[in-house]
């Protein structure tokens, strides 16, 4: 698997490095290059139309980048270069990412959309599910109350059995994030989580991210709009505007980072 | 007094048991329809409405096969009547040659497995609109085959067949092979419950209502669209097998569009997604015509297709989730009796008391 000679130093989790993207004449990515280590909250940040979100899509393999690597620390404590796998293979490496516009299955219940999440740890076939062998059922109900236990966890273990269509915004992104959870992840991506929850939502959202890093031992990378959120809950913030790197730092500097602030307010101008 | 307790508490634990488990319920339905063919011999039932039964219970098992591709996966194929054709006439060609029943019908499901993957392939191409269409040519291309190709379907004198031997020991007789038919239905009503409700089934939907996030958890759209394709041509070839082996005889007309659009129309009515919605849409759309419009209109050719085209746009409009939710507002309607807020009701319920 591992076919990147290059391995990442200790309590490193992912280094992207030197990706570049392109659709047509437009480079959405510029020689974009940052890290995150073990058990950290790194937020992504840049004006609209920064390719913030394509910065995820080349992570995850939704892109292919036309050059660069993506190391990333795995599920085995391999190193492995994310650019020579499937985009349905990300997810086994310990690498999972939520969408903008959550993306659920509406005529399921809340259960069977975390289970989703977990697609790829069950080891029995379609065979075994038809004749509903004993490990197969022994399969399913623990993935079941590991769902559960996850839907607990984000506090919504009561609506579990409801359809999720229908449900209120801060559920179903909360919904999202449990799928992710479910599937033993090392780094959770996820794009703006806060879009869409008023002030109290959010507070809670900021509250979650720093629960899940704590109990799950998990790194994440998030986009969001809501500098307020990001700046509370990140440990590092790297800003990027038309593709390009600008700067990587904690809250604090970014905030008094002069090209960070040219980026931001050359943005007001237009 | 210790006997009633005893059996209220049984009714009480069988009551539990069906409300519970939905494999008792299919039985229990199964074993409701076997009890057809005794009728007809008792006399209360015509002959001709056991064969209407066995096609609606064949059709039942072909539109569950559809159901599953459209209603999970979000595919759509019209190329269902093809695979039925090919699955009757595929018995008959490989019993005419000296293979058993149970292997020839296993050769014929193995090959139509293999075509189904081919028009799997199709879909990791094309979408929507274009996938019908593609499907829609290989139903096209079966039934020329049907017409034309001598050798494997006798042409238009079609082809005859006899009720099989199961495992070489037990010979089906016509109420026998109605029994057998049910087992069948019966058998892959559990196999669509147990598919949907499985791994399979969540990957389907996920697949159906968003590629990206289907792929982000790891659910290769690709593997899964070939696998709703495999899965429907099974349970469309299944139904072809039994069609020749209940009425013996197979003939290349039947197996045209018009057939694949009744199977679609099947699922529609009765309720995609649902298992039993299935049956009822079948039996509406096959067999409320035949049992009862065809006798009362004699004469009037094609009744059954204006009563299918007036009835989809019924359930369309009313029941965009199929005809099956009706059996849920009856529910309703009763629960509102019972609390006595329907006001008509209330007043038969007072003459009663007086």
């Known amino acids: 698997m591992s076919n990147s000679t290059v391995n990442l130093d200790k309590g490193m989790l992912l280094k992207v490095d030197n990706i570049s993207i392109s659709f047509g004449g437009l480079k959405a990515v510029d020689e974009l290059s940052f890290d995150i280590k073990e058990r950290e909250i790194v937020g992504l940040i840049g004006p609209n139309g920064a390719g913030k979100t394509t910065v995820f899509n080349c992570i995850t393999q939704f892109y292919d980048a036309d050059t660069g690597t993506v190391l990333f620390n795995n599920k085995n404590n391999e190193t492995v270069n994310l650019n020579d796998l499937k985009v349905t293979n990300i997810i086994k490496e310990g690498l999972v990412r939520t969408f903008q516009n959550v993306e659920l299955v509406a005529d399921l219940s809340i259960l069977d959309n975390v289970l989703i999440g977990a697609h790829t740890l069950y080891k029995k076939g379609i065979f075994s599910h038809i004749l509903k062998t004993k490990k197969a059922c022994k399969e399913e109900e623990e993935y079941r109350s590991k769902a559960i236990e996850v839907l607990k966890f984000m506090g919504i273990d009561h609506l579990k059995d409801q359809y999720a269509g229908g449900q209120p915004y801060g559920i179903l992104k909360k919904i999202g994030i449990a799928r992710t959870l479910i599937s033993d992840p090392k780094l959770i991506i996820l794009d703006e989580p806060a879009a869409g929850l008023n002030d109290v939502e959010t507070e809670e959202l900021c509250k979650l991210i720093l629960n899940i890093r704590d109990k799950f031992d998990i790194s994440i990378l998030l986009v969001e709009h809501d500098m307020g959120f990001v700046m509370n809950v990140c440990d590092r913030i790297c800003a990027i505007s038309f593709g390009k790197f600008l700067a990587m730092d904690t809250p604090e500097n970014i905030k008094n980072n002069p090209i960070v602030q040219e980026a931001y307010l050359g943005k007001d101008d237009d | ?354």
């Open chain 2, 1 to 354: 007094m210790e006997g009633k307790k005893r059996k209220s508490r049984l009714i009480g634990q069988i009551k539990n048991k069906f409300s519970k488990n939905i494999y008792y319920r299919f039985t229990a339905f199964g074993v409701l329809l076997s009890l057809i063919p005794l009728l007809s011999t008792v006399g209360i039932m015509k002959v001709s409405t056991v064969s209407l039964f066995a096609y609606i219970i064949i059709f039942t098992i072909v539109a569950m096969g559809l159901n599953i591709l459209i209603g999970y996966s979000g595919l759509i194929s019209l190329g269902t009547a093809g695979f039925v054709g090919f699955g009757a006439y595929g018995v008959v060609y490989f019993y005419g040659h000296g293979i058993p029943y149970e292997f020839a019908a296993l050769i014929t499901l193995l090959i139509a497995a293999l075509i189904g993957i081919f028009i799997g392939l199709f879909s990791l191409k094309v979408d929507g609109v274009y996938l019908a269409i593609a499907t829609l040519a290989v139903g096209e291309i079966f039934s020329q085959v049907f017409k034309k190709v001598t050798w494997f379907t006798n042409a238009y004198g079609g082809v005859h067949f006899k009720f099989p031997k199961l495992f070489g020991v037990l010979q089906l007789q016509k109420s026998t092979m109605f029994i057998f038919l049910v087992v069948m239905m019966v058998l892959f009503m559990f196999i669509m419950y147990n598919i949907v409700h499985s791994r399979t089934g969540r990957a389907l939907m996920a697949m159906s209502r968003s590629d990206s996030s289907a792929q982000a958890m790891g659910v290769s759209v690709p593997r899964y669209r070939l696998i709703a394709f495999i899965i429907a041509t099974l349970f469309a070839t299944t139904g072809g097998i039994l069609y020749a082996s209940f009425f013996r005889y197979v003939q290349p007309l039947d197996w045209n569009l018009m057939l694949t659009l009744l199977v679609l129309a099947m699922v529609v009515v009765g309720g995609v997604k649902s298992i039993i919605g299935t049956f009822l849409g079948v039996f509406v759309i096959y067999g409320v015509p035949t049992l009862w419009l065809e006798d009362l209109f004699a004469g009037t050719e094609g009744i059954a297709y204006i009563f299918s085209g007036v009835l989809i746009i019924i359930v369309v409009m009313f029941y965009p989730n199929g005809a099956v939710n009706v059996f849920q507002d009856f529910k309703k309607l009763y629960k509102k009796y019972k609390n006595g807020e329907l006001k008509i009701k209330v007043k038969k319920g007072q003459k009663a008391n007086e």
